[in-house]
């Protein structure tokens, strides 16, 4: 439990050994911020170790974790990803005995799952890596060049990661794709007799979630988010004298902003590198705490300016008032907030833990009532379709993008469970 750099350290990775590897860090989605939920998850097979890490949420993963129970199969977590763990240890039915047969396992699995996965298993002779079929969450494929010992191959949430390891980047593993990481290099397995469905790639990923420096769908996130901008400014423009972003996820809209609409970009807030994001901090207490330490206002660059102020998006509603007020506190005569997404209405239940809808201001408040409630002059959102246009503008190929936080469509059907109980659904349920 706790910040991976807090956590980890030589001493206790370097007994790791071997050539194959997985790793997780976990964002809580099904099941609380418990030891017992932490990822990866490993157990052992008739066919040697098996080990899963999950990035999603399973929209039926009530009925598959009845189905097990119901087995004999006994569970320890709250987490859905517990449940995929279980069902790839489980021979799908007419498999041949004697042989663990993986790809037959995780093809089985994508049969019957439902919702959005992303995944990596570890088994004794490879690493697996499976996207669902709507390709919900990111997942891509990395290749560490020879240098002197035999090449590498990786796969990553976000290509970001990849550098770090001085690991070149190959291509996103494609929705509904099995791919096997072994001695022999890289193999692509496709589900069998699956039928095409539409792409649903998670469209908050590019509004704030992706680091900015990642590549998804062969586009720069950043790219994007300056695209956003530029689209805001062409829809809700304003007369002011300066355009400021929230550090560091607004700051490419905030960039796109200036450079559409011809007004100057600068630094209205410095930020504390120290603190993490304020979108996942466990509670609205530590959210409105998080803004006192994690900016403070460069009244020289403020001072009697009517300022444009770009964020990416609004959640809750708790840290653009602190931030509203921080502003006119560094000597900003005029605060104008512009937020490069449209109202976020809705929950997610696809892997991006986004509170209950009760919880959202954008999901009970017009844009005037949030516009008060935050005080700022004036409050403007980019449109859906600005936003969707602006995304899709840099895709050459099919795309397709699910945008259910913002509209409320959602590409999966939901069972009522979701909807009263979300991301706890399985705390405290034992049968």
């Not at 976990?26 to 030891?35: A, E, F, P, V």
């Not at 669902?132 to 796969?155: F, K, Q, S, T, W």
């Not at 011809?262 to 209205?268: I, P, S, V």
Request: charged residues 20%; hydrophobic residues 40%; proline residues 6%.
């Amino acid at each position: 439990m706790g910040l991976v750099h807090q956590v980890f350290n030589e001493e206790n990775l370097s007994p790791l050994k071997g050539h194959l590897a997985i790793g997780h860090n976990r964002y809580s989605t099904t099941g609380g911020s418990h030891l017992r939920n932490a990822q990866p998850y490993l157990i052992e097979t008739m066919y040697g170790p098996l080990g899963v890490g999950h990035n999603g949420n399973l929209t039926n993963a009530l009925e598959l974790r009845r189905t097990l129970l119901e087995r004999g199969v006994g569970l320890i977590s709250s987490s859905d990803s517990e449940v995929i763990t279980q069902m790839l240890a489980a021979p799908p039915p007419g498999a041949a005995p004697g042989k663990p047969d993986w790809e037959a396992r995780l093809t089985n699995f994508i049969d019957l799952a439902e919702g959005a996965y992303s995944l990596v298993i570890l088994t004794r002779d490879a690493v697996y890596a499976v996207r669902d079929p709507l390709g919900l969450r990111p997942l891509c494929i990395g290749r560490i060049p020879a240098n002197g010992h035999p090449a590498g191959y990786v796969v990553a949430s976000e290509s970001c990661a990849l550098g770090t390891i001085d690991a070149d980047y190959v291509r996103e593993v494609e929705p509904g794709e099995i791919v096997r990481l072994d001695a022999d290099g890289v193999h692509s397995v496709r589900t069998a007799d699956q039928p095409p469905v539409s792409r649903a790639f998670c469209i908050f990923e590019y509004v704030y979630f992706a680091r900015p420096d990642s590549v998804i769908e062969n586009q720069t996130v950043h790219r994007v988010r300056q695209r956003l901008g530029e689209a805001l400014a062409r829809e809700a423009p304003a007369d002011a004298d300066i355009v400021v972003g929230v550090p560091d996820s607004a700051t490419p809209a905030a960039i796109g902003y200036a450079i559409a609409s011809g007004l100057t970009y600068t630094e209205g807030l410095t930020k504390n590198r120290y603190i993490g994001r304020t979108f996942i901090q466990p509670d609205d207490r530590l959210r409105r705490a998080g803004v006192h330490l994690k900016y403070n206002p460069l009244r020289a660059n403020l001072e009697g300016k009517r300022v444009v102020l770009v964020d990416d998006s609004i959640v809750r509603g708790t840290t653009a008032g602190p931030l509203v007020r921080l502003l006119r506190e560094g000597g900003a005569a005029e605060v104008h907030v512009r937020v490069s997404s449209p109202p976020v209405r809705h929950p997610c239940f696809m892997g991006i833990d986004m509170a209950r809808g009760e919880e959202l201001i954008g999901h009970s408040r017009t844009v005037e009532e949030i516009c008060e409630h935050i005080g700022a002059d004036s409050l403007a959102y980019l449109s859906h379709d600005g936003m969707v246009r602006a995304v899709q503008a840099g895709i050459d190929g099919a795309s397709g993008h699910c945008s259910a936080c913002f509209t409320g469509n959602y590409p999966i059907k939901l069972e009522e469970y979701w909807t009263s109980k979300e991301k706890l659904v399985f705390e405290g349920v034992w049968g």
